[in-house]
């Protein structure tokens, strides 16, 4: 595979009518020559959640997070194990599941973990060349490659596992034309966009967080780098991420392209609990921890979001008063007071600079979040800012008795 075929647009990223210099800003995506790739990703192909209503999540994100209903599978379908959303937003694809009979694997995998990512699902040009390799490095192969064909073709799939109960299903759908898989059946809904608001707030996915154990960080960078042939790209140790009272380490590999990129984190001894030991605990083992969702204008996704009621993480107003922050940042295309006033945080490094925020969490349990990011040339993850979100993670979880 040449460089430009590395960097052709997936089938999302064309649905969503992005090209590949929105991406470049977007997501930070890079040129890369998959010629000697064991393991060429393409790019994402969908995010699977595990949640105790799907009915209502579905509703939820499309009337709070603008996202569209494209797809669905259930008992209507002759899927009697289930209800299955599928929504879009961009080049962004979210698969809402529910359990409906009462042994539904679903219901198990949410009663251990509360809602969740059970899969993280990638779009590959050979299926069954990445699970050769998978199997010959020693990855666990939970489902071997097969096909799966309905009227609008066949779409050749396979899974391995990752950390914890998460998977990575690998699809090759270049044969298909479906709205999403065999088994769904097109899908809208009245749930529309209002007037007047945006086509979509987020355009497409930056890159999924996972938490894992002490001690297994390095164990699961090195799974990426053998078994899926990803690269170092960030490690955060020491005091990069640290306060008074607790630490974590956090190590990033990234597909060659950059457009999939995994940031793995794990506790550091602290004096109390960090989010990792919160998220740990509560999730009951590793997971997916937040979504980094990318947006070209991020004040607009946050105006719209706080209106519909997310809540973000508060920055102190000594965050944006700190002249060292004002001297390292430089010049970005809104001025700080309107950053302070949506509590966005702001860093640059050598490539530029970058804007985000940061959700509470978004279900009962203090397990997963979303990540909002606006890049203008930065290929970093807000260095800079870790300290200050750190400690706004700290006050929350300070404030559900679990520091």
């Known amino acids: 595979m040449s460089i430009e075929q590395a960097l052709a647009l997936t089938s999302q990223e064309r649905t969503a009518e992005l090209d590949l210099e929105q991406l470049r800003r977007l997501v930070g995506l890079v040129e890369y020559d998959t010629g000697a790739d064991p393991f060429p990703v393409t790019g994402w ?45 961009g080049a962004v694809r979210f698969v809402v599941k529910g359990g409906v009979a009462p042994d539904s694997p679903l219901l198990d995998h949410h009663r251990r973990h509360g809602d969740g990512i059970v899969d993280i699902a990638l779009e590959v040009p050979d299926v069954d060349r990445c699970i050769a390799h998978a199997r010959a490095g020693g990855a666990t192969v939970l489902e071997d490659p097969h096909d799966i064909s309905d009227a609008y073709g066949t779409v050749r799939i396979a899974a391995i596992a990752t950390y914890g109960d998460t998977r990575h299903t ?14 769904y059946v097109t899908r809208t809904s009245s749930a529309g966009t209002p007037t007047g608001a945006p086509k979509r ?41 640290a306060t008074e009272y607790s630490a974590l380490m956090s190590k990033v590999v990234a597909s060659g392209n950059h457009r999939v990129k995994f940031p793995l984190n794990e506790p550091a001894p602290g004096k109390k609990r960090s989010q990792i030991d919160e998220y740990l605990e509560f999730y009951r083992g590793p997971g997916a921890q937040h979504l980094a969702l990318a947006t070209d204008d991020i004040l607009q996704t946050v105006d719209i979001l706080r209106a519909r009621g997310i809540q973000f993480l508060d920055a102190p107003d000594s965050y944006y008063s700190d002249p060292q922050l004002r001297a390292r940042i430089g010049e970005v295309r809104v001025p700080i007071e309107e950053l302070r006033s949506r509590g966005i945080l702001v860093d640059r490094d050598e490539d530029g600079y970058l804007l985000q925020i940061f959700t509470k969490p978004i279900g009962d349990r203090p397990t997963v979040f979303f990540e909002f990011i606006e890049r203008h040339g930065s290929l970093g993850f807000g260095k800079g800012n870790f300290q200050a979100l750190f400690e706004a993670i700290e006050r929350e979880q300070a404030q559900r008795g679990n520091l």
């Open 45 to 89: 192909d969908a995010v699977v959640w595990s949640v105790g209503n799907a009915t209502q999540a579905a509703l939820l994100y499309q009337a709070v997070f603008g996202m569209e209903l494209v797809a669905y599978s259930g008992p209507e379908t002759g899927n009697r194990d289930r209800h299955a959303y599928v929504l879009r937003s």
């Open 201 to 241: 707030i987020f355009q497409a996915l930056d890159h999924v967080v996972g938490n894992v154990e002490l001690g297994q960080m390095d164990t699961w960078v090195d799974f990426y780098n053998r078994i899926m042939g990803f690269t170092n790209m960030a490690e955060f140790v020491g005091e990069d991420i």
């Open 170 to 183: 690998l699809v090759d759908r270049s044969g298909y034309s479906g709205p999403y898989l065999p088994g």
